[in-house]
């Protein structure tokens, strides 16, 4: 069967990178911004990056106690200025700008604790293009972003910066070309989905028993494909609506949760939907724990808009292209996975394998984030 080892290999390959992903416990507490206004004669920027990711990249914590203390910046003052200097690049009118911070210091946020480096940049004329080059943490995560909020006469403007698009180009003579950032964020949206493997665990979770039936205390294979797809629209629609509706709430700054809550709210609800498939208590209803649980993905999604602080219009293409990368991504494992699985439904390697296995593997590995997740420091 062709597909048999396209479903094992998803499987199986999904799994093991979940264990090994050592961005597993926290979405985007570890991303870094940059943020720069203009004014009259004057770029005030400020670069910010989490403790965690720093003591990562450079080596903080001397006594290896897990707690960087100010003793121990103070020691590697030096290092972290030296840090931001060799990793965020300006060129302003094509001519090299160093930074040179003039105050460091830690600010403690819902998501983490967050070293911030202030500078100033004198501008005696108007700067016509800006670039910017940021490769902070990419060297120890390469699933860490950096985001960049630009504010200047009034507008704002946005960009991300990951290890395939370590730069970003403004020309202040030209038109604002926020559509082309919109892709950048879709980009981005699609990655997080495909990276943030909690996120594909429970979709997997919930799409496993869409091509079966409960009967007699057991699943069995669905006789036709058409239920099977309207009982997977009702639940990736479901998951859908719920995280773009919380998504926007928490971007535009509505409802703010800390990750604390939200970390470990995400790994239970890839438990509940793994459990449920070896002692189901839904069967039905699973369009609404779907959506239940979906509202508590949303704020997962959105740590790095709430940190930038964006409102109005300058939020709109961000908010827009994120979440139509994050659905993109989304539909892209629903079309891999459900045709694989409606193929094997009625095989051992379905109903044993993915159903029985696969659904421990998942119950064990959500079991192992919640813990870990609940005494993390974040």
Not at 8 to 20: D, I, R
Not at 187 to 209: S, V
Not at 296 to 315: N, W
């Amino acid at each position: 069967m062709p597909f048999a080892p396209l479903l094992a290999l998803l499987l199986a390959g999904l799994v093991c990178l979940s264990c090994g992903s050592s961005r597993c416990d926290a979405h985007q507490a570890g991303d870094g911004f940059v943020l720069l206004t203009f004014t009259n004669g004057l770029i005030a920027g400020r670069v910010e990056l989490a403790l965690r990711e720093l003591d990562t990249a450079i080596g903080l914590d001397e006594d290896g106690d897990g707690v960087v203390s100010h003793a121990e910046l103070k020691q590697h003052r030096g290092d972290l200025v030296a840090y931001v200097q060799t990793n965020v690049l300006l060129r302003i009118d094509d001519l090299p700008t160093p930074i040179r911070p003039h105050d460091l210091r830690v600010e403690e946020r819902l998501s983490s604790a967050f070293l911030v480096w202030r500078f100033d940049i004198p501008t005696p004329t108007p700067p016509r293009t800006l670039d910017l080059t940021y490769h902070c943490v990419f060297e120890v995560d390469p699933l860490h972003r950096g985001y960049l909020k630009l504010e200047r006469g009034g507008k704002v403007s946005t960009g991300m910066f990951n290890p395939e698009t370590p730069s970003q180009h403004f020309d202040f003579t030209g038109p604002p070309g926020a559509q082309a950032r919109l892709r950048t964020f879709v980009r981005d949206g699609i990655w997080h989905i495909w990276t943030g493997y909690d996120h594909i665990l429970f979709l997997l979770a919930l799409l496993l028993p869409a091509v079966s039936l409960r009967s007699n205390g057991a699943w069995i294979p669905a006789p036709r494909l058409a239920p099977a797809l309207w009982k997977v629209l009702q639940t990736v629609t479901a998951f859908t609506l719920a995280h773009s509706v919380t998504l926007s709430l928490a971007a535009l700054g509505i409802v703010r949760t800390s990750p604390r809550v939200v970390e470990p709210l995400i790994a239970l609800s890839v438990g509940v939907a793994a459990l449920n498939n070896l002692r189901p208590f839904f069967l039905d209803r699973s369009w609404m724990v779907a959506f239940g649980f979906g509202l508590i993905h949303g704020f997962g999604f959105a740590s790095a808009l709430q940190e930038m602080d964006l409102a109005g219009a300058s939020l709109a293409w961000p908010l827009v292209g994120f979440n139509l990368g994050v659905e993109a991504g989304q539909a892209v494992v629903v079309l891999l996975f459900v045709p694989a699985a409606f193929w094997l439904r009625d095989t051992r390697v379905y109903q044993l394998g993915a159903m029985r296995f696969g659904s421990g593997a998942i119950l064990l590995i959500a079991a192992f984030w919640f813990v870990q997740r609940l005494l993390s420091p974040v």
